[in-house]
């Protein structure tokens, strides 16, 4: 996933609507920075489902993740039972992303392991796996829906709109432009083009399924973490600026490993990044 789009690189750039000979380029960056902030950061910011097993916890309550999570669809127990998702608490309560879940101290259940009294990687737990600060705002309704009067199915790679470039229900628009990210039901898509009122699209991305959908149904659009976007477009528009000057990454030996950094990155863009906890996965 791009964490920022062709259309506010060109914006930030000022570039007038005839000057597109480097779209392909600004594109290539966008990628390669988006890509630099899931490595700078140690994690990614786009929602990926994903079921991940884990270990039956030692105290047999609170279950630790290795990977931050940002929606929980369900929780399988070791001996293959459904775990109740009223029963669990997150951790932190109130904040995203979360980093581990707790079986309620009044529910019955507990994490238990398989027939065969196996406890590694028994717990299987499907859900939206990914960082973001806000994860309750970070879809938005687009204010538009699938137009294509038979619907679609699950193959077709052209999405029909009402308006393309209106406004979503945040005010932002034009509430589609290639690059983003869309769900229409539970399925996520990419939008890679936009004509006229035709999205041309990759269907069942990060870990969705394509499936079929219905005439009106409607779309959502995400909305990476706003620091990240601006590291983003900053970081695209240093690189195109400086696609002439014979400047190149520097790397640099530290104590955790090696890190690649693009030479005289702007000051704030590593700021930007967030510096989320790394998870380590104990029990």
């Known amino acids: 996933m791009y964490y920022a789009t062709l259309t506010q690189v060109r914006a930030y750039l000022k570039l007038d609507t005839a000057e597109t000979g480097d779209d392909a380029l600004l594109t290539d960056f966008i990628r390669s920075s988006s890509r630099y902030c899931d490595t700078r950061s140690g994690t990614h910011f786009y929602p990926l489902i994903e079921t991940r097993y884990f270990d039956v916890p030692e105290n047999r309550r609170m279950l630790q993740f290795d990977d ?33 879940t707790s079986l309620k101290a009044q529910s019955s259940q507990v994490w238990t392991s398989d027939t065969y009294g196996e406890c590694e990687q028994v717990i299987a737990l499907t859900g939206v796996w990914g960082y973001h600060d806000d994860y309750s705002r970070a879809w938005v309704l687009s204010g538009d829906a699938v137009a294509d009067a038979l619907g679609l199915n699950a193959s077709v790679t052209t999405i029909n709109v009402t308006n393309a470039s209106g406004a979503a229900n945040d005010l932002i628009g034009p509430r589609f432009q290639a690059g983003q990210l869309i769900k229409v039901d ?14 041309t699209v990759v269907r ?61 990155t702007p000051p704030d863009v590593d700021g930007l990044i967030p510096m989320p906890i790394h998870l380590v996965y104990r029990q």
């Open 204 to 264: 069942g991305v990060y870990g969705s399924t394509a499936a079929a959908h219905l005439t009106a149904a409607p779309i959502s659009v995400y909305r990476t973490m706003a620091d990240v976007t601006m590291a983003v477009i900053r970081l695209t528009a240093w690189r195109y600026r400086q696609k002439d000057a014979n400047v190149f990454d520097a790397t640099t030996i530290i104590g955790t490993g090696v890190k690649t950094t693009p030479s005289a």
């Open 186 to 199: 539970s399925e996520y898509i990419d939008i890679t083009s936009i004509t006229g009122n035709a999205l």
């Open 68 to 100: 931050h999570l940002l929606e929980l669809t369900s929780a399988t127990n070791g001996d293959a039972t459904a775990i109740t998702l009223s029963d669990l608490l997150y951790h932190p309560a109130t904040i995203y992303p979360k980093y581990g």
